[in-house]
């Protein structure tokens, strides 16, 4: 068979982009807004398999074009309490936006009272408790083709974890009972996604202890609120220290951090921040869109935040009757010359009608 003919027989595929190289045009295409993909991948069978590539993906991380994409898990009502994943699908036309979350795959072998943890385009639940027992699984969800695996086991089972990201490694902290040596031993853990091994973290014995309200990353240091008290763990120095009261007494529920500050609710209902540097609260004052003077609701029990981009998320049930509203909010925070803290809300919208009783688990954002 002749060069031509063989050549003849399999066409090549069809150019990105008609008249430019396919490397430039991926280049090209990469830049392109997150919110846009979906219409793009309806230009071409070429561009739709690019979008859905790793390819996509990694030119996008390389030329920083990269877009933070909030991920939330929502718990039905009803005995088996069963777990819903959602992605948070945004469009911008005529500088309004349209917000919806969208279903995506369960997890395989849905678990209460995991931790979570983001480490690249990866979103990691960590143990929590099947049968009443605690596990030592862990799971793994890759956001770039939203699909689950399995990942490296812990060396005990853990539920209610303290989790944090600290220098590329992922950092557990209690949720297990310290009464046999392995449990002791391995209090704490650490997750090297370069060898995929779960190592001990050495710790003392008077900072163990087993049920974790919350845990957040503040300049290499894991912080775990546990219900007597809580525990810093320094990653770089690898140092435990306690917990300063001002932040132990202020924390209340879920919080995120957004550029140093640590982010929760107060016992009012109102938005607070905490210096880690100068040990104070401070409250967030914030400036509602023009044509939302309320600006968000009092939460008195709290509501779940993430840190989306630099930008404070916050995320809340509301509503009765058959069906509740899922509502997000995102804020621009900033921080005056005087340490105060100001947020203005970008946009605040209902992003899911949810069967009675639902509630959020989780949220967290990845970068796209």
């Known amino acids: 068979m002749s060069l031509s003919t063989a050549t003849d027989s399999e066409p090549p595929s069809p150019s990105l982009i008609p008249s430019l190289p396919d490397d430039v045009a991926v280049n090209c295409l990469a830049r392109v807004p997150r919110s846009q993909h979906l219409s793009l991948s309806l230009v071409s069978k070429s561009i739709h398999s690019l979008v859905s590539s790793s390819l996509f993906f990694n030119v996008r991380s390389l030329l920083h074009c990269t877009q933070h994409v909030l991920y939330l898990t929502l718990r039905s009502h009803g005995p088996s309490g069963s777990l819903q994943w959602f992605s948070l699908h945004q469009n911008i036309l005529n500088h309004s936006h349209t917000n919806l979350l969208v279903p995506i795959p369960p997890m395989p072998s849905p678990s209460v009272g995991s931790a979570y943890a983001v480490l690249g385009h990866n979103i990691y ?29 812990m060396r005990v089972g853990r539920e209610f974890a303290a989790a944090g990201v600290a220098d590329g490694k992922i950092y557990v902290i209690g949720g297990c009972v310290a009464d046999t040596w392995a449990r002791s031993t391995n209090w704490a853990e650490v997750f090297d996604p370069e060898t995929g091994r779960w190592d001990t973290v050495p710790s003392l014995v008077e900072v163990r202890d087993k049920w974790m309200h919350a845990s957040a990353v503040i300049d290499g240091k894991v912080y775990a609120m546990a219900d007597r008290g809580g525990v810093v763990y320094d990653t770089r120095n690898k140092v435990w220290e306690s917990v300063g009261c001002e932040l132990d007494l202020g924390w209340r529920g879920r919080a995120c951090v957004v550029d140093g500050v640590l982010y929760c609710y107060d016992y009012l209902g109102n938005i607070k921040g905490f210096d880690v540097k100068k040990g104070v609260w401070k409250e967030l ?21 993430a840190d989306v981009g630099g930008k404070l998320l916050v995320a809340w049930e509301e509503g009765s009757g058959k069906e509740i509203q899922i509502c997000c909010a995102e804020i621009e925070v900033t921080k005056n010359d005087e340490g105060e803290l ?26 796209l």
């Open 125 to 153: 639940v960590i143990g929590g408790f099947i049968n009443d027992v605690p596990s030592p699984h862990v799971w793994i969800l890759d956001c770039r083709f939203n699909k689950w695996r399995p990942g490296p086991n």
């Open 342 to 367: 100001w947020g203005k809300i970008a946009w605040s919208d209902k992003v899911l009608s949810a069967k009675k009783g639902s509630s959020i688990v989780h949220c967290s954002a990845v970068p």
């Open 285 to 305: 004052r914030l400036r509602g869109l023009e044509k939302d003077t309320k600006g968000l609701p009092k939460f008195l029990c709290g509501a779940t935040m």
